[in-house]
């Protein structure tokens, strides 16, 4: 077992997708056997888009459903919920003192959000990555599997460790996003606009709960055109994005030759989407299956949860007093 501290969450806002899983959940569930790892349902940070709270405790089990159907071990990782944890939002307190109004109104997901939402542009939008980096320093985190699209909250939470170590003496590592070394993932929508995503582009995203025959409409709709008209011609991205998913999901030599076809100009899309659908059923299917027995069987959830708990919280609350008092919070001693 290597030392680093595994952190990472997933927000609570809806079905997960294969950007979820390929982003995110597979590092996770290789990383369990070699890492000691804290992985989270970010609930709070799904408040930020004011959910129903009807729908907010499905929501929350399903994402842990989701998790341990893709394989992660509630034994041997400490899989919680964040708002289990009070010791998250006192050190996102703390964290607001050290970053600028002007750092987090430049920061991409909050200028997205800004444009996308703008009747509710309320504060914890802007202070989402001190948030976020409250769960990952509260466990001293090193190394956070993310998708691409984090990167830049994970530049931020390094900046904020840095200046507290600057300012109160040496408390956090500087954490990095993680991907064994290798580029960081970005799972593309089948519409060849943007990524998958949970709550926008619903048709052009897979989530592992969705049915075979919606699978296979979905890749039947996915944009594509008549072909190459030159052997070896460059491929347009959203046929690039066709041949990642099959990557993915099929096997090596099936994806050759289907590029052999492309580079030869006989490639029928027809065929492809059929293979990719097949391939990308016997990959969902199980882990649909799995989730919908689990989703329901909620004493086993509590009790992942009130285990997690327990665990996650010993860890914090020690990291959180050597915060406190490295800030001179300390009036009893
Ligand atoms: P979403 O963006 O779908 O709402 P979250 O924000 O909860 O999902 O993301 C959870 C994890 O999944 C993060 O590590 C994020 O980087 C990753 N992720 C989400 N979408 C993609 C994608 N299309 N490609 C790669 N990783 C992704
Ligand atoms: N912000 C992440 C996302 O939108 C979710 C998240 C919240 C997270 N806290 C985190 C990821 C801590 C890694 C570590 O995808």
Known sequence: MNKEIVVSGIRSTGDLHLGNYFGAMKNYVKMQHEYPCFFFVADYHSLTTHPDPAALKNNVYKVLAENIACGLDPEKVTLYVQSDIPEIPELYLMLNMMAYKG?????????????????????????????????ILIHKGQYVPVGKDQEQHLEMARNFAQRFNHRYGETFPEPLAFNFGTQLVKIPSLDGSGKMSKSVNENATIYLSDSDDIILRKIKKAKSDQGPAEPNSEMPDYIQNLFL??????????????????????????????????????????????????????????????DGKEKARASASSTLAEARKNMGIHYYC
């Open 245 to 306: 998913l099959m990557e993915l999901v099929s096997a090596a030599d099936t994806v050759e030759k289907f590029k052999q076809d492309y580079n030869e100009c006989n490639i029928r899309y027809g065929d492809l989407k059929i293979q990719l659908a097949d391939d990308m059923v016997r990959f969902v299917a199980p882990i649909r299956e799995k989730t919908h027995a689990l989703k329901n069987d909620t004493a086993l959830l509590q009790k992942i949860m009130k």
């Open 103 to 135: 750092e987090l109104e430049k920061t991409a997901s909050f200028k997205e959000k800004a444009r996308s939402q703008p009747d509710n542009v309320n504060a914890g939008l802007l202070t989402y990555p001190t948030l976020m980096s409250a769960d």
